[in-house]
């Protein structure tokens, strides 16, 4: 009876633990609490001429407070586009239809995510509509195109200066190059 | 020629084991929804296999969890994103290291003392006794054992897995002094269900394959002393090389 007692509290405790695990790793160590798979939700899609390497999955914000996320990515081919399925929940349904949709980066070299800005319509989005206004990914890549193409459009002196100056002096040059422009 | 010969002969031989590996494992589940009704031997089982090998399963996944906190934090601290590191500690423990371990320690703490529990009850008869009794060996004694490992080993790699992460996090958060709540929170953005599902599905599969291979060594060991320690020696050896090799395979089909 005692020995009985026993294997069955070990067991009872074992069991117990291991769900209680599975539990822990589904629920805490993924965002699943936070997916609206089965609270109500509508859907959004946008049109992006680039939309860097947002994925499936990604957040969708609006102020800073997550109110949905990426659902699905596809290419529009006649627009040459990138069409960006968003699924909102249903608690967030006063969208105006004016608003405008930006990618945005987490951090400096995080994941993107989709930030939603509100217009002044009186209108609400309502399920599968569309957000006209959209502001592409920050591209990192042409973003130092557009820099290297400034410094050699400024030229001369101001380039050799440049390469004198230490890399953290670098801010300093689009100044440099804007009070020229004033002359 | 003598060389061909023997080769011949071990392929054979090989072969002849792997068909009466699979042709017990057909029997183990053939017997399984019988033996469902004792239901008392199987927790009998995961009491011994379950329960008895809590302590290891923690103590190790603590260990290996604050391990990869160190490793990880020394490697990512090089690219300024220690916040990673709950992402990094968690995926590798929910995807590999906790399936994967889990079953070399079970392969080791549980599967050898099946093995040489049904080898030593061969030995002494305990078996031929049975069937004597009209009683199927297999129903009453393998199918209990097998099942309970089975069980078992999702429940061990899911609190070697937490544990681990907590391990990871009392490194990384409290000694190293990585923020805590990015460490949460680039955890739960970067692990998705499918992670969850992948170290899952491995250790049902490990829990099906170490289970086998320990109760068909020890029911089939040869009937000596010596034969006992071949075979959990041998439940062992096989166990790790086929764990390793079954986790290669799910892991391609997993990508």
Not at chain 1, 145 to 159: H, I, T, V
Not at chain 2, 191 to 215: H, P, Q, R, T
Not at chain 2, 238 to 254: H, K, P, Q
Request: charged letters at 15%; a neutral charge.
């Amino acid at each position: 009876m005692r020995r009985s007692h026993t294997l069955n509290l070990g067991t009872g405790l074992f069991v117990v633990l291991g769900f209680a695990a599975l539990t822990f790793l589904t629920t805490q160590t993924t965002s699943h609490g936070l997916s609206f798979g089965s609270s109500p939700h509508y859907d959004l899609t946008a049109k992006f001429d680039n939309i860097g390497d947002l994925k499936v999955g990604a957040p969708v914000s609006m102020s800073g407070v997550e109110i949905g996320r990426v659902v699905g990515i596809s290419f529009d081919s006649k627009e040459y586009k990138a069409v960006v399925s968003m699924r909102i929940n249903q608690r967030y349904n006063q969208i105006p239809t004016d608003s405008d949709a930006s990618i945005y980066t987490q951090g400096l070299l995080g994941g993107k995510f989709i930030g939603l800005t509100a217009g002044g319509a009186e209108t609400y989005l309502k399920d599968k509509d569309q957000i006209d206004f959209t502001q592409s990914a920050f591209v990192l890549e042409n973003l130092i195109g557009q820099l290297l193409a400034n410094f050699a459009k400024s030229g001369g002196d101001s380039g050799k200066s440049n390469a004198d100056a230490p890399a953290g002096a670098d801010p300093k040059a689009p100044e440099a190059h804007k009070t020229e422009a004033h002359k | 020629m003598k060389a061909f010969e023997e080769l011949r002969s071990s392929l054979i031989e090989s072969l002849t084991g792997l068909g009466s590996v699979v042709r017990f494992l057909l029997r183990l589940i053939v017997n399984s929804p019988g033996a469902l009704r004792r239901y008392d031997l199987i927790l009998q089982q995961i009491y011994n296999s379950g329960a008895l090998s809590l302590v290891i399963i923690m103590l190790s996944g603590l260990f290996v969890g604050m391990v990869l906190g160190l490793q990880g934090f020394q490697l990512l601290q090089r690219f300024g994103s220690e916040e990673a590191l709950g992402t990094a500690a968690a995926i590798g423990l929910v995807k590999e290291l906790g399936p994967v371990v889990t079953a070399l320690l079970f392969a080791g703490r549980a599967g050898s003392a099946l093995a040489s529990e049904l080898g030593l009850m061969r030995a002494t008869d305990q078996i031929s006794a049975m069937e004597m009794m009209a009683v199927d060996p297999i129903g009453r004694v393998c199918v209990p054992r097998f099942l309970g490992g089975v069980i078992t080993m999702p429940l061990l790699s899911a609190i070697f897995c937490v544990i681990g992460i907590y391990g990871a996090q009392l490194v990384g958060v409290q000694m190293m002094g990585v923020d805590s709540g990015s460490f949460w929170s680039q955890m739960r953005a970067s692990v998705g269900m499918s992670d969850i599902n992948e170290g899952i599905v491995k250790s049902c599969i490990f829990g099906v394959a170490c289970s086998l291979i320990a109760v068909y060594e020890g029911y089939y060991a040869t009937p000596t002393a010596e034969g006992v320690g071949q075979a959990t020696t041998r439940t062992v050896v096989t166990s790790a090389v086929v764990i390793l090799f079954l986790d290669y395979l799910l892991t391609a089909a997993f990508l």
